[in-house]
């Protein structure tokens, strides 16, 4: 009879302590649904919108000088590897001909490519023994259609980039008429800082194609795209609406708005993933105007 009584008791406890973790689940559930979801927005601002079209062209050397041979002959010693820097008169090998050993120099200052002899090969003395570039100023090489043609100005600086980072590129050369493709060719100048660009590197320079004045401007990451439409998450009292937008032109980095919102408005530019109509929400960083 007292095991009887035991098991009852022991089922009872196991019965309440069920309850009660039950309970605390719930409670944790709740207070997951109610606590805001943090949120990072940016404030709507009035200006011009800027639309850039990108073009993608390779990098050369500004400058070039190839290294001849004098003759014939087996390469005895190598001093130098391609991207080795060099000053005018640095030996660069010495060459074993049949008029002796003779050392090559560098014919000027510069940094060393195109060079594909090691020692002991036997090279010729009609084809440059290497080159040495002058990698202080780039040259950049764009095809473009005539309606882009046209958008370059010449003499004018554009922005170029290459794996984030930006330089300054100036329009040297502009062709009068197109390749075997139809393209034109635009040339510009870039100062090469560091002598980060190499020979063949591929870079993007964005030019103005037109200008959107007077308009609604909000990040473009503040921007929602879903099959109905376009949409933002808009802050007002610690709750969010989800606001129908109408855009007229979408960049990178900003975005002009036609309807759908006013200059001031905070919309949200982190944390839309998990956000629905009258979410509530707490802004972790408030950004300036966009």
Known sequence: MKKVYLMIAMLF????LAACNGENEDNAEENDEQRPTPVHTAEVSEGDLVVNRTMTGRTSPSSTTPVMLPQPGEIDSLEVENGDTVEEDDKLATLASRAGKQTIK??????IINLSANEGDMVSAEEPFAIVADLDEMTAEFGVTSNVLDLIKKDKTYELTFQGETYEADV??????????????????????????????????MVPEKRVKDSVLIPTEA???ESDGAYVYVVSDGKVTKTEIETEEIQSDKTAVKSGLKTGDQVVVTGQTSLADGSEVEVVKEGESS
Not at 13 to 16: A, T
Not at 106 to 111: F, I, R
Not at 185 to 201: C, D, F, H, Q, Y
Request: no cysteine.
């Open 106 to 111: 560098a014919p000027k200052a510069g940094t």
């Open 13 to 16: 406890v196991v019965g309440l």
């Open 223 to 225: 921007l929602v795209e």
């Open 172 to 205: 040297t050369e502009k062709s009068v008429m197109p390749n075997d493709q139809g393209l034109y060719t635009a040339k510009v100048s870039i100062e090469n800082k560091g002598n980060v660009l190499l020979p063949g590197m591929v870079v993007q320079m």
